[in-house]
Nanobody
């Protein structure tokens, strides 16, 4: 059974940085993609970024372009999300997910982590 576990969330001041990690286990992974999403209270889930294995292709969506960077360590089956210049509106629960399908299609992500809370506040 594939499991995804996020870590690295916490409280950070506006303008600060944070790096999230998501480790995958429970399977043999090849030709996959992993993505980061977030959901704030009262809002819909928002896709942020995705990356294919071997770092072949990256995708970014919405307001995080230029502030967030996704990377992957295939040997560790771990994906990272480095977040810079954080804003209070970035406060949300951040989730990672894995797909063997189209990383641009949210419905094709098969496995999801439980999320990690990121709070941006002074």
């Amino acid at each position: 059974q594939v499991q995804l576990v996020e870590s690295g969330g916490g409280l950070v001041q506006p303008g600060g940085s944070l790096q999230l990690s998501c480790a995958a286990s429970g399977g043999t992974f090849s030709s996959y993609a992993m993505g980061w999403f977030r959901q704030a209270p009262g809002k819909e889930r928002e896709r942020l970024a995705a990356i294919t294995s071997n770092s072949a292709v990256t995708y970014y969506w919405g307001s995080v372009k230029g502030r967030f960077a996704i990377s992957i360590d295939d040997a560790k089956n771990t994906v990272y999300l480095h977040m810079d210049r954080l804003k209070p509106e970035d406060t949300a629960v951040y989730y990672c997910a894995m797909t063997w399908g189209d990383p641009e299609k949210v419905d094709e992500y098969e496995y999801w982590g439980r999320g990690t809370q990121v709070t941006v506040s002074s």
